[in-house]
């Protein structure tokens, strides 16, 4: 049976400042971030709370309520998770299953399965007095608990009476009965609803009847009741395993130069090639730790939208990363150990391709790879939608990294040519190298010094199209496309159907020199009644290039409205 002890973090944003020194030791001090509305308050620590003060609070309103100075530092969510993991690598000393809390727990922390070490301390209780007493010396404030499961350990430790709780092998719903529903890790949302119906307590929701509560709530409600009270299993994520993958290099002059980060990165990704190849594998997500020489470790994670095993584009990924951190990396007195390890991997199988070209794809997903270094945000690509309307025709979505979306074509795809099969009287040995000629598909009756006759070149019908989600001949689109069209003004157009002449746009007056059209694009009578719209793509006599369209037909008593849609290069 696991027993699991859970660390809560009282206020973790706050410890990570004041033990890395950057924050002062006393005085009511809290950590803000962006949020709707302005700056909002994330973390405080005792004496601001004394005040009053709760996280989710608007940091203007707070500051026109209180008299108190506050101080306020910016909130840095990648150093708190680096910080974490190094307290859950300190953690490990206790035991080797070290997992740190996820998004349900909406809060820092982390859990030990001390089941089979307890007795290397002199039992439970000796444990976690130890533990309290070295996070206490290490000045940070932390709840514990210890449990059968890890839902049952973080409701205790969070919402339980005191700091420390150990609660007997087999006995969990004894201690769970009183606790507040929000204690089994909800949603905020979900737990209001419980609380408008009179369930404010653990022990109430669980003697009611469970098929009304999974209609209501979900079966999220049922899962998060059922992992508390030990009926259904909850594995932990371990901190880190053995990486298959991995190489080490430590230097005896400590290294801080990009240019030697950079080489040597790309010579720790070489020594991992061998291997991967002989797995068929490519890295599809890499961490490059760097280990200072007083013992901090900076840890740089790179995700790939495919399996890539190029030590040189692996080497110019990590060149824009260091280049986006600049001072920021910080290498104090220098690196003393760098290690490459490959976190995630993805199957990439040896292909013939022609000798000298690029892999299909790989400038797309390259470019995207190093757009996200650079930029350190998540990139968005498009994808088509089943709309006729220019502005509901496609989406934004997130590149996930590692999904291998990165080998798109483009519209219309990519064309391959594939010469025809033999015929069923062919015989003998085949010759010829390329697509379409090994052997067990076609290839030519040909020998290799002949040249082709015009009837054995590949005909249009035999070419093989790489399916693509966009649609094919579709007409020039702007490359600026507006959300809705913008109105013209004092159109003068020939009418009944004719292109604009002359028009005011933006408080300009745009006088027409070429237009192409119309495009007619009908109105999607299923969603919403609306007018066809023919689309001109007209050139300015200043040289703007714009998309309008007329929407709706022309009638004496209605003349017809235009809107500006977009804008070309």
Same mark, same amino acid.
Do not use: K
């Given at each position: 049976?696991?027993?699991?002890?859970?660390?809560?973090?009282?206020?973790?944003?706050?410890?990570?400042?004041?033990?890395?020194?950057?924050?002062?030791?006393?005085?009511? #001090?809290?950590?803000?971030?962006?949020? *709707? /509305?302005?700056?909002? =308050? +994330? &973390?405080?620590?005792?004496? $601001?709370? !004394?005040?009053?003060?709760?996280?989710?609070?608007?940091?203007?309103?707070?500051?026109?309520?209180?008299?108190?100075?506050?101080?306020?530092?910016?909130?840095?969510?990648?150093?708190?998770?680096?910080?974490? #993991?190094?307290?859950?690598?300190?953690? *490990? /000393?206790?035991?080797? =299953? +070290? &997992?740190?809390?996820?998004? $349900?727990? !909406?809060?820092d922390g982390l859990y030990i399965d001390v089941a089979g070490a307890s007795h290397l301390r002199g039992g439970e209780a000796n444990l976690l007095a130890d533990l309290a007493a070295r996070l206490d010396r290490g000045r940070i404030p932390a709840r514990i608990a210890l449990a059968d499961t890890p839902g049952a350990a973080f409701a205790l430790a969070r919402h339980g009476g005191t700091d420390r709780i150990v609660v007997p092998p087999g006995e969990p719903a004894p201690a769970l009965r009183e606790l507040p529903v929000e204690a089994l890790r909800l949603d905020p949302d979900m737990?209001?609803?419980?609380?408008?119906?009179?369930?404010?307590?653990?022990?109430?929701?669980?003697?009611?009847?469970?098929?009304?509560?999974?209609?209501?709530?979900?079966?999220?409600?049922?899962?998060?009741?059922?992992?508390?009270?030990?009926?259904?299993?909850?594995?932990?994520?371990?901190?880190?395993?053995?990486?298959?993958?991995?190489?080490?290099?430590?230097?005896?002059?400590?290294?801080?130069?990009?240019?030697?980060i950079v080489r040597t990165a790309r010579d720790l990704m070489a020594e991992l090639v061998p291997r991967l190849e002989r797995d068929g594998l490519g890295a599809c997500a890499l961490r490059l730790a760097l280990h200072r020489v007083d013992g901090a470790v900076r840890a740089l994670d790179l995700g790939l939208s495919r399996p890539e095993r190029c030590p040189e584009r692996v080497a110019a990924l990590v060149a824009l990363r260091l280049d986006r951190l600049g001072a920021g990396l910080d290498a104090g007195f220098g690196f003393e150990t760098v290690t490459l390890t490959v976190t995630v991997t993805g199957d990439m199988p040896a292909r013939q391709t022609d000798l000298g070209a690029a892999a299909e794809g790989d400038g797309v997903g390259f470019l995207a790879d190093a757009l996200a270094q650079r930029l350190g945000r998540a990139l968005l690509r498009l994808e088509p939608r089943a709309s006729h309307l220019p502005e509901r025709a496609d989406r934004g979505r997130v590149w996930v990294a590692g999904e291998g979306g990165g080998s798109s074509t483009g519209v219309g795809g990519r064309i391959h040519p594939r010469l025809p099969p033999p015929s069923a009287g062919e015989g003998g040995p085949r010759s010829g190298s390329?697509?379409?000629?090994?052997?067990?598909?076609?290839?030519?009756?040909?020998?290799?010094?002949?040249?082709?006759?015009?009837?054995?070149?590949?005909?249009?019908?035999?070419?093989?199209?790489?399916?693509?989600?966009?649609?094919?001949?579709?007409?020039?689109?702007?490359?600026?496309?507006?959300?809705?069209?913008?109105?013209?003004?004092?159109?003068?157009?020939?009418?009944?159907?004719?292109?604009?002449?002359?028009?005011?746009?933006?408080?300009?007056?745009?006088?027409?020199?070429?237009?192409?059209?119309?495009?007619?694009?009908?109105?999607?009578?299923?969603?919403?009644p609306g007018q066809d719209r023919d689309y001109y793509r007209i050139e300015c006599e200043a040289g703007h290039r714009l998309w309008l369209y007329r929407d709706g037909p022309h009638a004496p008593d209605r003349p017809a409205a235009w809107y500006v849609h977009g804008l070309f290069a």
């Open positions: 049976m696991p027993r699991i002890v859970c660390i809560c973090l009282s206020h973790w944003p706050v410890t990570r400042l004041r033990r890395a020194g950057l924050a002062p030791e006393r005085g009511p #001090l809290a950590v803000a971030a962006e949020g *709707s /509305g302005g700056l909002r =308050l +994330v &973390a405080l620590d005792p004496e $601001a709370r !004394a005040l009053g003060l709760r996280p989710g609070e608007p940091l203007g309103r707070v500051r026109a309520r209180i008299g108190v100075p506050l101080q306020v530092y910016p909130a840095d969510p990648d150093a708190d998770r680096e910080a974490l #993991l190094r307290l859950c690598r300190w953690a *490990s /000393g206790y035991a080797p =299953l +070290v &997992a740190p809390f996820g998004s $349900a727990e !909406a809060s737990a209001s609803g419980l609380r408008r119906l009179g369930l404010r307590r653990v022990g109430e929701l669980d003697a009611l009847p469970r098929g009304p509560l999974a209609r209501r709530f979900g079966e999220i409600l049922l899962l998060r009741l059922d992992q508390a009270l030990g009926r259904r299993p909850e594995p932990l994520t371990p901190l880190a395993e053995a990486a298959d993958y991995a190489a080490l290099r430590g230097f005896l002059d400590p290294i801080g130069r990009q240019s030697d390329g697509e379409g000629s090994d052997g067990a598909e076609g290839g030519s009756a040909f020998t290799s010094g002949e040249p082709l006759p015009e009837a054995a070149l590949p005909s249009p019908l035999l070419l093989r199209r790489v399916p693509s989600p966009w649609p094919d001949l579709l007409p020039p689109r702007p490359l600026v496309l507006f959300p809705r069209g913008e109105a013209a003004l004092d159109v003068l157009s020939t009418v009944p159907e004719g292109p604009p002449r002359r028009f005011r746009w933006r408080a300009q007056i745009h006088r027409v020199a070429h237009a192409e059209g119309p495009e007619r694009i009908a109105a999607e009578w299923w969603r919403e």
